[in-house]
Nanobody, 116 residues
Framework: VQLQASGGGLVEAGGSLTLSCVASGSVSSINGMNWYRQASGQQRELVAGITSGGVPTYGGSVKGRFLISRDNSKNTVYLQMNVLKPEDTAVYYC???????????WGQGTLVTVSS
């Protein structure tokens, strides 16, 4: 499975950005998909996740501002980010969970920079 993330960029505080992550390869074994982020000098943290059935979960710092969704017909997961804050600045990584094969996959990351 390969994951290709895109959509990062520079945005002003209060603005919005939508990230996309397209999965390719043996996608039939993918279950949950997640977005993580890692700010400079910080540990990677879970931002949001969504099950194969479309049930979302969110990290506390983004709840109410970010929206995760997926289009299984396009093997794509999205992260709509609203009311962005400078502290949202990080490299955002897409992650896919493969339960049958007991492993997960990571995309290459996309940088989001929020200016104050």
């Amino acid at each position: 499975v390969q994951l290709q993330a895109s959509g990062g960029g520079l945005v002003e505080a209060g603005g919005s950005l939508t990230l996309s992550c397209v999965a390719s390869g043996s996608v039939s074994s993918i279950n949950g998909m997640n977005w993580y982020r890692q700010a400079s000098g910080q540990q990677r943290e879970l931002v949001a996740g969504i099950t194969s059935g479309g049930v979302p979960t969110y990290g506390g710092s983004v709840k109410g501002r970010f929206l995760i969704s997926r289009d299984n017909s396009k093997n794509t997961v999205y992260l709509q980010m609203n009311v962005l804050k400078p502290e949202d600045t990080a490299v955002y990584y897409c992650n896919a969970i493969d339960i049958p094969n007991r492993r997960d996959y990571w995309g290459q990351g996309t940088l989001v920079t929020v200016s104050s």
